[in-house]
């Protein structure tokens, strides 16, 4: 089972990325909620953050959170995505403060967190600004995603 990732931040600060477990959620959801806002107030014509709540209650989706000196700083949204070819990781939101800190640590544990679920990749559909964290983490673009509303 994946149990977290800790590291250094460029302070010397713990980072620890972990797995929240489906029963945590609701004990969790408000601190997690106003990290992911955010990242879904992009998307909000097609889901809300209580869909995201109700999908990690259910095992639809997953949370991580990421902690600096026991402080939550940044909740990761994912779900595991099964494809006619191939099953992935999908990174459904990020949300939090300072990523540049923890993202290395955060792709380390979902690299595990897939591996164990059976995963051979992560995917994710991102805002433009997630270009500059992409390809240091060993992200590459592959794809843009556009919608037209009717």
Not at 15 to 32: G, Q, S
Not at 33 to 39: M, R
Not at 64 to 89: C, F, G, N, S, W
Not at 106 to 134: N, P, Q, S
Request: glycine letters at 6%.
């Amino acid at each position: 089972m994946v149990t977290g990732e800790a590291a250094s931040d460029t302070l010397g600060s713990a980072i620890e990325v972990v797995f929240v477990p489906h029963k945590r959620v609701e004990y969790l959801w408000p601190h997690i909620k106003p990290l992911i806002e955010p990242a879904v107030r992009r998307v909000e014509r097609n889901l809300s953050v209580d869909d995201i709540r109700r999908d990690l209650i259910e095992g639809h989706s997953m949370a991580l959170a990421v902690t600096r000196e026991d402080k939550l700083i940044a909740a990761i949204i994912v779900a595991h995505i099964q494809h006619p070819r191939r099953a992935t990781l999908k990174i459904e939101f990020v949300g939090g403060t300072d990523m540049k800190v923890w993202i290395e640590a955060a792709v380390k544990e979902l690299r595990g967190l897939a591996k164990f679920a059976g995963c051979t990749g992560i995917e994710a559909d991102a805002r433009d600004g997630w270009t500059r964290h992409a390809d240091k983490i060993g992200f590459e673009k592959s794809w843009t995603h556009y919608e037209m509303e009717i």
